[in-house]
């Protein structure tokens, strides 16, 4: 694989934030240009996600099943977490209910926010949406408190849509 991936994107301002989404973005296109399995494509993004982007101590997807309101462990980086979430817990079951972003400043006053590790401190998890319905969500952890704000959702959201793009659903 002549794939040369960035291990640590500088996001110390808004403009740096910009241009190391694009980054990945780009990152992100060449990583997944020829290969459209789904469990290989979202075990390379995670990787690549958990890799270059500063202050993450977990990445990575809780898919959806057709026949639960329920999530179920998919391919991430971090900590082993819990397996199952229902759709009516936690910040995951939230974005998984509403098929909306969660950006959540402070994990603690987040009613029912589930602690899979104990240093998480701010999350925010972004829904995967194939043809109108919703595959998995995306989530993000930091041991840091507000460490995500409305340029990281966008930036994965544009990521997510390569991604979403360039797979094979099953
Ligand atoms: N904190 C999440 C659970 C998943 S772990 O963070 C990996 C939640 O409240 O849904």
């Not at 099943?65 to 900590?79: I, N, S």
């Not at 817990?89 to 987040?110: N, T």
């Not at 043809?131 to 959201?157: C, I, M, N």
Request: glycine share 8%.
């Amino acid at each position: 694989m002549s794939f040369d991936p960035i291990s640590s994107l500088d996001m110390s301002t808004p403009a740096a934030k910009q241009e190391a989404y694009k980054l990945l973005l780009a990152q992100t296109e060449s990583l997944l240009h020829g290969e459209r399995d789904w469990l290989a494509n979202l075990a390379q993004f995670a990787a690549l996600v958990y890799g270059a982007v500063p202050d993450l101590n977990w990445a990575g997807f809780y898919m959806a099943r057709a026949d639960a309101e329920e999530l179920v462990l998919g391919p991430f980086q971090g900590k082993v977490a819990c397996v199952r979430i229902a759709f009516s817990r936690g910040v995951c079951g939230a974005c998984a209910r509403s098929q909306q972003m969660q950006l959540v400043e402070d994990v603690h006053a987040f009613p029912g926010h589930i602690a899979c590790d104990a240093a998480s401190r701010s999350e925010l998890v972004l829904p995967v949406v194939v043809g109108g319905k919703l595959r998995a969500v995306f989530d993000l952890d930091s041991p840091l408190p507000a460490r995500f704000t409305s340029d990281d959702a966008r930036g994965f959201e544009a990521a997510l849509a390569v991604l979403v793009e360039g797979t094979d659903w099953p």
